[in-house]
């Protein structure tokens, strides 16, 4: 039922028009170390539209986080944006000052990071921290800030918001907490609202729960979401449309609905090929044979190649040698593999 809803909202919410609400364009962040040079995000390039939800997903350590970290500006020595454009209402984040920069986040992008309680002040009740997010943002003073912080927890569905606001965040339950950081993101109205790992240390019912309320937080006000995660169904759920990324840089581009129904790159196939099916018995579950690459010694060629059986099935040679761009495979529908070169050219 979650799904068809999810299905509802995209039809009614999405608007594909117009100049994008963010564009990332061939994001490249580097982490200079003595070991060697990280490429932790190596030419990852997306869009979100105004009121449309796009899923980034991937395996641990793939540059899902370091992608939003670089959006946000929040990359710290000895990690460095090296090149690449992020455009917001088509201004250069990349060429603000640090205090641009420190007006944008908050105001008009809000970021939910997975752990709550490491986010949330331990020694401030939750009211007050809301408080300071809208006296720092806009500008109003401590009452007025007080009853819109019961408003706000009122409105993320926290019951008896007036006690709760009291509250400290250890006094809370993790999808408690959980509401308070949307809360918090949600505190000036938003544009775009990035959730990276929103529901990773919530059980089964309240990550439900919580997904909802992002869903309708975005079908009420009609902001952009970022929602960056590594479980596929929540993916299949909430997302308009998928960025799936793999060691650094994005590997496949697609609507939700069809990069389920006919992923392309081997990667992807895998990936929902792992998912286990309600119903199905498998004697043996399917992996990705392999393992992700060392992001400071990348493969020559496709950062996929050596875990690939389609390059050996179709005796593809190339991808040892060369790494291929982003082709456009389908309308919309966006691909890194030499196998849909053909196509492509015709």
């Known amino acids: 039922m979650a799904t068809e809803n999810g299905k509802e909202a995209r039809t009614k919410s999405t608007d594909t028009s117009g100049t994008p609400l963010l564009r990332v364009n061939d994001l490249k962040t580097y982490f200079f170390t003595r070991e060697g040079t990280v490429k932790a995000v190596d030419g990852v390039s997306l869009e979100v ?22 959006i946000l500006r929040l990359v710290d020595k000895p990690g460095k944006i090296v090149s690449g454009d992020v455009y917001f209402h088509g201004e250069n984040l990349l060429k603000k000052s640090r205090r ?4 944008i986040r908050g105001r008009k992008i809000s970021v939910i990071f997975q752990e709550p309680r490491s986010s949330l002040n331990p ?52 999808g408690m907490a959980q509401r308070v950081m949307i809360a918090m993101g949600m505190a000036c109205a938003p544009d775009l609202l990035i959730a990276d790992e929103p529901t990773t240390a919530l059980d089964v019912t309240i990550q439900a729960q ?36 793999y060691a650094g840089t994005s590997v496949e581009e697609a609507p939700t609905e069809e990069l389920f129904e006919e992923p392309l790159h081997p990667y992807t196939q895998g990936l929902i090929a792992s998912i286990p099916v309600m119903g199905k018995v498998k004697d043996r579950l399917d992996v990705i044979p392999g393992r992700v690459p060392d992001l400071i010694d990348m493969p020559v060629g496709c950062r996929f190649a050596p875990r690939c059986k389609a390059r050996i099935e179709n005796q593809l040679t190339k991808c040892e040698v060369e790494e291929p761009d982003m082709l456009d495979a389908r309308p919309g529908h966006r691909v890194r593999c030499w196998l849909y070169e053909s196509e492509n050219a015709s």
């Open 49 to 70: 539209q105004r009121g449309e939800i796009r899923g980034i997903v991937g395996e641990s350590g793939c540059g899902k986080s370091m992608t939003a970290m670089s």
């Open 100 to 103: 641009e920069m420190a007006r």
């Open 210 to 245: 919580v997904l909802d309320l992002i869903r309708n937080l975005r079908d009420e006000h009609g902001m952009g979401v970022m929602l960056i995660t590594h479980d596929m169904g929540v993916v299949a759920e909430m997302a308009d449309i998928v960025t799936v990324m």
């Open 123 to 174: 020694v401030l009740r939750v009211g007050k921290q809301l408080t300071e997010v809208l006296r720092i943002h806009e500008g109003i003073n401590s009452k007025q800030g007080q009853a819109r912080a019961v408003d706000l927890l009122k409105e993320v569905g926290i019951p008896d918001p007036q006690k709760r606001s009291t509250n400290y965040p250890h006094e809370m339950s993790g």
